[in-house]
Nanobody, 125 residues
Framework: VQLQASGGGLVQPGGSLRLSCTASGESFDDYSIGWFRQAPGKEREGVSCIPSRELRTYIAESVKGRFTSSRDNALNTATLQMNDMKPEDTAVYFC???????????????????WGQGTQVTVSS
């Protein structure tokens, strides 16, 4: 699966951005789809993950209540809606297939995971 992320940019604190991820290649609906982010000098962290055939979305505690994620299997797309953004949300955001979450809220990716190219999000006044 090839992934193309878009929608990043500069936003002021308290503002909103919507990221989109378009998939091509293999059957999109066979894979979980999620978003990870990596800030300068920090480890990559999971933000959201939607299993392949579930409606439930798993959201990281650090963004719960502000971020929502969805997928449209008919259009081979996934979105990350980010509201009430904070400077600590500044990072490069990646969409990825093959994400997983654990019972205690950890995020990870399968060995076969495919990553998009990343899109920069900067929250600053």
């Amino acid at each position: 699966v090839q992934l193309q992320a878009s929608g990043g940019g500069l936003v002021q604190p308290g503002g909103s951005l919507r990221l989109s991820c378009t998939a091509s290649g293999e059957s999109f609906d066979d894979y979980s789809i999620g978003w990870f982010r990596q800030a300068p000098g920090k480890e990559r962290e999971g933000v959201s993950c939607i299993p392949s055939r579930e409606l439930r979305t798993y959201i990281a505690e650090s963004v719960k209540g502000r971020f929502t994620s969805s997928r449209d299997n008919a259009l081979n797309t996934a979105t990350l809606q980010m509201n009430d953004m904070k400077p600590e949300d500044t990072a490069v955001y990646f969409c990825v297939t093959g994400c997983w979450t654990s019972y205690d809220g950890q995020f990870g990716t399968q060995a076969f995971a495919s990553w998009g190219q990343g899109t920069q999000v900067t929250v600053s006044s």
